[in-house]
Nanobody
Framework: QVQLVESGGGSVQPGGSLRLSCVAS?????????IGWFRQAPGKEREGVSC???????FYADSVKGRFYISRDNAKNLVYLQMNNLRPEDTAVYYC??????????????????WGQGVQVTVSS
């Protein structure tokens, strides 16, 4: 019933930018959802990239701090990930994730019960 659909992926040169979008549907909450992004590259561990909590507290992995920015439009159930100064090591499949229970603080260690299908991001020369 709950669905997450990502868009905005593609190929970009190092130093370039992309903005990922995710639209959530199939649920209604009184509070803003906990929602964020994971990524996984071939041969690498799955990594929590960023998330925003019920209280609008954000988390960023150390590897993306200062380069990636998460935001959302609660009225439209949309979340964005603005990715700047992209590096080849950012190449991965990016997944939008969410949970229905509130959380004041979120991180890559938080549990998320719903996942999108993933979108490819490739950074290369």
């Amino acid at each position: 019933q709950v669905q997450l659909v990502e868009s905005g992926g593609g190929s970009v040169q190092p130093g370039g930018s992309l903005r990922l979008s995710c639209v959530a549907s199939g649920f209604t909450l009184e509070s803003p959802p906990v929602i964020g992004w994971f990524r996984q590259a071939p041969g690498k561990e799955r990594e929590g990239v960023s998330c925003i909590s019920t209280s609008d507290i954000v988390f960023y992995a150390d590897s993306v701090k200062g380069r990636f920015y998460i935001s959302r439009d609660n009225a439209k159930n949309l979340v964005y990930l603005q990715m700047n100064n992209l590096r080849p090591e950012d190449t991965a499949v990016y997944y939008c994730v969410t949970r229905l229970t509130p959380l004041d603080y979120c991180s890559g260690y938080s549990r998320y019960e719903y996942w999108g299908q993933g979108v490819q991001v490739t950074v290369s020369s």
